[in-house]
């Protein structure tokens, strides 16, 4: 039996929908903090369960009986919040005797200077002080996180950002999806780290580039200080922890924090990984 926390989230609700082309949808439990947001799940047989981060004794209800957990890491909140919600989920495996938990972590943990890696650091070490038998998934950015701008820059002609000439190796959300399903369904995972990064980096600059030759509509990317980006988005109306981490995952880009490609996704697809102009694509309807 096959455990996936944030079931109807981004990640996790298509995680689920992987999983149900590779094993039988009876093995498949979709956790979530409200029974009527997986009521599509059950429907397609998949079992579910109630359970919230900070509700202990619901996450060793959700855990109970389960072979193999995928935690996908808490959306948003303080860190400190964030952290003791994942050691619940942590404690519960444990308790719970699973054969192998799955952990959605960030590309490069150990050293990332993002300001979303903290949270993973430390997240990863508490597995690592459990002794549950573990698999770390460090994700790389997704690409998808660069497509809001898009719709504003079609209308202005620019794309703004801070991430000057940095390069990213993203990876689309569909593809660290079905990477979390392929290894939940290997054998012999535990103790492996798996790096999921895209097979090529590209700019911003390349992004208005791409969105100019499937659109017909001539765009191009200009830098703004940090400062300037932020007021920007504040008064596109981003709630604070959005602006935040967009801000902060451009200055991280423009220092070459997410400049790195390895084969840990591409090799997991068995396929090249889904490259930034398909996702463009996808966020122009086209």
Known sequence: MIVVTGATGQLGHQVINHLRTRVPAEQIIAV???????????????????????EPETLLAAFAGADKVLLVSSPSGPDSTRVAQHQAAVDAAVACEVELLAYTSVTHAPTNTMGLAPVHRATEQAIAASGVPAVILRNGWYTENHMAGITGALTSGVLVG???????????RADLAEAAAVVLTLDDQAGKVYDLTGDTTWTLTDLAAEVTAQSGVPVTYTDLPAEDYRQILERAG??????????????AISRGTLDHVTADLSTLLGRPTTPMSATVALALGS
């Open 32 to 54: 979530d903090r409200a029974s009527s947001r997986v009521a599509e799940l059950a429907g397609l047989g998949v079992g579910v369960r109630v359970a919230d981060y900070d």
């Open 238 to 251: 981003l709630p604070g922890h959005v602006i935040d981490l967009v801000v902060d995952a451009d200055v």
């Open 162 to 172: 801070s991430a000057g000439d940095g390069r990213m190796a993203s990876a689309c």
